[in-house]
C-alpha cells in the first residue's frame, strides 16, 4: 500500500508549527514559539497574527527538510480551521489553502479541539485508546469532558460555564507577579509546597460543568488580603500557595472526572491539551486510574501544547476516508465538536 505523506499546519493562537507525517508516524513536528507576547502578560492578537506571517514559511521548510521530503510527495495539506484566534487562524487556512491548490491535492480541515483529543493515535508504540472512551480536554481556551466515540463521533458531555483551567493557573501566577506564560511555574514552584497549606473554595456546579471564575476571584482576595498584613507573604510562601492553588484545580477536575467515569460506565480516561502537561494533573490521573482500575492514557509533552503533528493525525485519518474540504472553506475562531 502506498505511503500517505500529510503535511499539517497549526496555527491557532501564538506557536507556529507544521508537521510531516507518513501514514500514522511523525517525521517531523517543529514548532516557532512567539516571544514578542511576554512584555504584555499574555498573547496579543494582532502581533501573534504578524508573527505567524513571519514564521509560517521557514517552519514549513524546515518540517519538509527534516520529514526528508519535497512537496511534491505530500498526499494532502491538513489545517487548523479552529476554534483559536481569527487573526492566527487565518494565516494557517491561508497558506494551506494556496500550496494545496498550487500542489493540486486534497485540503484537510480540522478542529483543534479534536486533535487534542486524537493526539492519542499517533504511532509512538504506546497503548491507544479504544472507543468509546472518556476525554478530558484542558487548555487555556477549554475545559471540556468529552465522551469519544468514534474518531469523528465526539460528544460534549460538560464543560466550562465560565473560565478555562489554563487561564485559571496564568490569572493566578500574575497575581503572584509570576512572569507570562505563568501555568508552567505554578507547576514548578507547587512541586516544592504544601498542597494543604491554604484552602481555597471549590465550585459547587451541577452535572459535569465546570466554573474557575470564582476560584480566580477568591485567589486573588486571599493574596491582597495576606499582603496587607504582610507585604512578604508571596515571597515567604510562593511554594506553598502555588501547591494548594494547583492541589484544589487538580481536585475540582478529578472530582468530574470521577462523576463521568460513573455515569458513562467507561473506564477508558485520556487527557489532552495544554494543561496535560501540568506534573500535578498527570499524576492525579495515573493515581485514580490505579485506585479505581481505570485505563489512563497521557499524551507526551511534545503533543500536550499546540503543535501540527496533533492536526496531522486528524489529516491522515480523514484523509482515509476521503474527507476533503473545498477551497471556499474559511477560518472559524468558534467551531464546535460537531
Known amino acids: 500500500m502506498k505511503n500517505t505523506y500529510i503535511l499539517a499546519i497549526e496555527s491557532s493562537c501564538d506557536d507556529t508549527s507544521a508537521s510531516v507525517l507518513c501514514n500514522d508516524k511523525v517525521l517531523s513536528n517543529e514548532v ?24 509560517i514559511v521557514p517552519v514549513v521548510a524546515q518540517a519538509l527538510k527534516k520529514a526528508g521530503i519535497t512537496k511534491e510527495e505530500l498526499s494532502a495539506i491538513a489545517f487548523t480551521r479552529g476554534p483559536g484566534l481569527m487573526g492566527s487562524l487565518l494565516v494557517g487556512t491561508s497558506f494551506a489553502k494556496s500550496l494545496a491548490m498550487g500542489l493540486n491535492i486534497p485540503l484537510i ?29 484542558i487548555s487555556g481556551g477549554h475545559t471540556q469532558i468529552v465522551k469519544v466515540n468514534s474518531f469523528f463521533d465526539m460528544e460534549v458531555l460538560g464543560e466550562t460555564l465560565d473560565d478555562a ?22 507547576d514548578k514552584y507547587a512541586q516544592e509546597g504544601n498542597p494543604k497549606a491554604f484552602t481555597f473554595s471549590k465550585p459547587n456546579i451541577p452535572g459535569l460543568n465546570f466554573s474557575f471564575s470564582g476560584l480566580k ?38 472530582s468530574k472526572l470521577k462523576k463521568a467515569v460513573k455515569e458513562t460506565g467507561i473506564k477508558q480516561v485520556a487527557i489532552g491539551g495544554g494543561v496535560s502537561a501540568n506534573s500535578g494533573i498527570r499524576n492525579a490521573l495515573t493515581a485514580l486510574g490505579q485506585q479505581y482500575s481505570w485505563q489512563t492514557f497521557v499524551p507526551k509533552f511534545q503533543y500536550c501544547t499546540d503543535n501540527a503533528a496533533m492536526i496531522g493525525i486528524v489529516g491522515y485519518h480523514k ?20
Open 32 to 55: 516557532a514559539n512567539q516571544e514578542v507576547h511576554k512584555q504584555y502578560g499574555g498573547v496579543v492578537p494582532e502581533l501573534a497574527s504578524r508573527a505567524h506571517l513571519q514564521n
Open 109 to 137: 480541515e480540522v478542529n483543534h479541539m479534536q486533535a487534542h483529543i486524537l493526539a492519542h493515535f499517533i504511532e509512538e508504540s504506546q497503548p491507544k485508546p479504544e472507543f468509546p472512551f472518556l476525554a478530558m480536554t
Open 165 to 186: 483551567v489554563g487561564e485559571a493557573f496564568d490569572k493566578t501566577a500574575k497575581i503572584l507577579g509570576l512572569p507570562y506564560p505563568g501555568g508552567p511555574l505554578i
Open 217 to 254: 476571584t477568591g485567589i486573588l482576595y486571599f493574596v491582597q488580603k495576606n499582603t496587607e498584613e504582610n507585604p512578604n507573604f508571596i515571597t515567604e510562601h510562593l511554594a506553598d500557595i502555588c501547591a494548594s492553588v494547583q492541589h484544589t484545580i487538580v481536585e475540582i477536575l478529578m
Open 319 to 338: 484523509f482515509l476516508e476521503g474527507n476533503f474540504v473545498a477551497q471556499e472553506v474559511t477560518a472559524q475562531a468558534r467551531l464546535s465538536f460537531n
